[in-house]
């Protein structure tokens, strides 16, 4: 496809990933101008900020207008869930205004928004994953009955949007079923209240990533995987992510072939065979059981932080194949890969993932960069100067020959950072060596 020179493209999202997408995006001789709403402290190095809400879609839509943008990129699950995709399709129809979306409508975004329709569309289309059973007021004393059929641990997920927060994993039985009860009760509001109990399922996870156009085409991005324990050897609670890596040594051609085989493929036809016209990220959350893969979860978007070593590792140009996707033809659109290993470590603010301080200020990132390519997450900037303003605050990404090589680099640079209370692993990569 020719490229589009004159393009301009609106990116949604304030984390690491959109960081990454953004200067992944800035390097294409395809870009005219990029702009990232709300973006963060960093990027600005890549594009436009812009001061508002991807929820907001009067003002996304104003801000289409107003800088004249053809491609949209939702970085974030959101706005998608609440009918991004309609709700800009709807605007730019009545004006008679070309816009393209990468990110599925409501329907598709359900993939993410609903946990219960995630698990039905599996079991629609003999996608495997853990077994279930969905829990409401209405039927507790059957879902108590389905979880006394399982093995400890008991997996109890709220139905909808939770913030990454409403999955508990509970080894006692009867502390589960409290758990149920409580969850039920409006424990994460609205969103448990529906619960979906599943079968425990152990092994190892990753990420699989896949951009499809809607029309049952589809191309996998490189594969990663997250470290979502706040401490080393994954000890500790769960965070947004400490640190990912890129490739992943298990997701070999082998089960790569399993994958695409028994859940890329029949996850894309099945969006067409059910009219869902998906453009955009599908997010693979895999957990490999003895060489098997199984669908952990579904996103619409990117991980964060995985997209922080995915974006580095595609060494073709971005744009053209988002286009396509989102024109809802790949056709001969390419994905190309870097050989080499990424891995990405993430610095926190003290305290995360519970309390603690923003407004802290950040130095030392202009030295990181000699080395390695820093994305920024929970930064913001005043008068020239940088300072954290959430838990995930920035990350060091590598790329060389192999984990150890990638994770020494990442990690040299990190030591260069500074801010009061910083923290990060030491180890991200090591569990799969
Ligand atoms: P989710 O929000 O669905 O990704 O769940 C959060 C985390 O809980 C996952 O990344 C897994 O580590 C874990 N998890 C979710 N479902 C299961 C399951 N059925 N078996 C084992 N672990 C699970
Ligand atoms: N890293 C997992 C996620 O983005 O949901």
């Given amino acids: 496809m020719t490229p589009t020179a004159q393009l301009n493209v609106l990116l949604l999202g304030s984390g690491g990933r959109e960081s990454a997408i953004a200067r992944k995006l800035s390097e294409s001789p395809c870009l005219n101008k990029l702009y990232i709403a709300p973006g963060n402290g960093g990027t600005g190095a890549s594009g436009i900020n812009l001061a508002l809400s991807p929820t907001d879609f009067d003002a996304v839509y104003e801000a289409v207008k107003e800088h004249d943008i053809q491609l949209v990129v939702a970085g974030n699950e959101d706005p998608l869930v609440a009918g991004l995709r309609n709700e800009l399709e709807k605007r730019a129809a009545a004006e008679g205004r070309e816009l393209l979306i990468v990110g599925p409508g409501a329907d598709g975004a359900a993939l993410e928004g609903s946990k219960d329709f995630a698990k039905r569309f599996m079991e629609r289309h003999g996608i495997p994953t853990a077994g279930y059973f969905t829990a409401t007021a209405e039927n507790v004393d059957e879902a108590t009955a389905y979880m006394a059929t399982l093995e400890a641990p008991y997996v109890l997920k709220a139905d909808g949007l939770a913030a990454g927060k409403g999955v508990l994993i509970i080894p006692d039985l009867e502390e ?79 089960f790569m072939a399993k994958v695409e085989d028994r859940i890329v493929r029949p996850t894309v036809a099945g969006l067409v065979e059910e009219g869902i016209d998906y453009r955009g990220f599908i997010f693979f959350g895999l957990i490999n059981c003895g060489g ?11 991980g964060d932080p995985e997209t922080e070593v995915v974006m580095p590792r595609i060494s073709s140009d971005l744009v053209p194949v988002l286009l396509a996707a989102a024109k809802g033809h790949l056709g001969d659109a390419v994905v190309e890969q ?89 180890d991200i990569g090591k569990d799969l060596l």
């Fill in 176 to 254: 589960a079923k409290e758990a149920l009860r409580t969850m039920l009760a409006g424990q994460f509001g609205a969103a448990s209240r529906s619960v979906v109990i599943e079968q425990f399922l152990s092994g190892i996870e990753c990420s699989v990533f896949a951009l499809t156009d809607g029309a049952g085409d589809y191309r996998l991005l490189p594969v990663a995987k997250d470290y979502k324990r706040v401490g080393e050897g994954d000890t500790g609670l769960n965070t947004g992510g400490m640190g990912s890596v890129s490739p992943v040594p298990f997701a070999d051609a082998e």
């Fill in 292 to 302: 098997e893969p199984y669908v952990i979860e579904y996103n619409v978007r990117m």
């Fill in 338 to 426: 870097d050989p080499r290993t990424a891995v990405a470590v993430m610095a926190v603010s003290g305290g995360y993932p519970g309390d603690y301080a923003k407004g802290k200020k950040i130095e030392g990132i202009a030295d990181a960069e000699a080395d390695c390519i820093v994305f920024h997450a929970g930064t913001t900037l005043k008068d020239g100067e940088l300072f954290t303003s959430g838990g995930r605050v920035l990350a060091t990404v590598a790329l060389a020959e192999d984990i150890p090589a990638a994770l020494e680099k990442s990690f040299n640079a990190m030591k260069k950072i500074n801010f009061e209370g910083i923290y990060y692993r030491r």
